[in-house]
């Protein structure tokens, strides 16, 4: 199996800037794409961004321009940078893996943007 370990959540005034941080370990071969989803109240869980093991992004739409997606491969750890954060990216944030045995989760990680 698969931990991730999501870091850096937490409340941020309109404007700021926060850094989430995802550590991967265990039985880890290849990491292939990994990537942060989130989960406001009431609403589905939606993808945020994703990069692969070459480093390719992908965004979602609405996000570009605000939030970045990095990773380290020497160190199983994939990153988030969120800036100019808005009341409505409140969410918990879930970090994900995906590895050629399967699809793993994060546990989460709480982003509160205060108006």
């Known amino acids: 199996q698969v931990q991730l370990v999501e870091s850096g959540g937490g409340l941020v005034q309109a404007g700021g800037s926060l850094r989430l941080s995802c550590a991967a370990s265990?039985?880890?071969?290849?990491?292939?794409?990994m990537g942060w989803y989130r989960q406001a109240p009431g609403k589905e869980r939606e993808l945020v961004a994703t990069v692969t093991r070459d480093g390719m992004t992908d965004y979602a739409d609405s996000l570009k321009g605000r939030f970045t997606i990095s990773r380290d491969n020497a160190k199983n750890t994939v990153y988030l940078q969120m800036d100019s954060l808005k009341p409505e990216d409140t969410a918990v944030y879930y970090c994900?893996?995906?590895?050629?045995?399967?699809?793993?989760w994060g546990q989460g990680t709480q982003v509160t943007v205060s108006s």
């Open positions: 994900n893996a995906v590895l050629f045995y399967g699809n793993f």
């Open positions: 265990g039985r880890i071969f290849t990491l292939n794409a």
